[in-house]
């Protein structure tokens, strides 16, 4: 038996369906980025230790988002963690506002090892609508996109080729 909307087309996440395609493409394609910069050499500095890391891949892969975004939703907030370490107010309201993590294990990404996720979520009145996330591959396989995404109650996966 197969997991609960496996190799299933997720729903329509309702009223924020276009907010949803909106963070499946970006997730897919910052999870394009990471993975050609994955053999690279990256500038790494740090953030509040010397375990918290930050590369220029976070820096490019938030600044997409957050530009595409507000394109598209000019009326939205945002909370990223890269502005956030930077000093940038963070606070989560009734607006509908985006949450990124543009690299969710920016510590295994500085070490070439291809476990990372782009997480993007998306709030209105504080609770989260959907949240599609681009994590790296099962331990074992080579680094893929595998997109999943969560609504309330619900969750659902998709393996998708990877060129």
Known sequence: M????????????????????????L?????????KALTEEKRVSTKTSAADLVTETDHLVEDLIISELRERFPSHRFIAEEA????A???????????????????????RFPTVAVSIGFAVRQEVRVWPRS???LPGLPLAILPFWLQPLCA????CPVP
Not at 2 to 25: I, L, N, T
Request: charged content about 15%.
């Open 135 to 137: 994590p790296g591959p």
């Open 89 to 111: 107010k963070c606070v989560l309201t009734h607006s509908p506002t985006w949450i990124i993590d543009p690299i969710d294990g920016t510590c295994n990404f500085v070490h």
């Open 84 to 87: 956030a370490a930077s000093g």
């Open 2 to 25: 197969k997991p609960s909307g496996e190799d299933q087309a997720a729903p329509a996440a309702g009223p924020w369906e276009e907010c949803f395609q909106a963070a499946v493409q």
């Open 156 to 159: 659902w996966f998709a393996v």
């Open 27 to 35: 997730a897919l394609r910052a999870g394009q980025i990471i993975r």
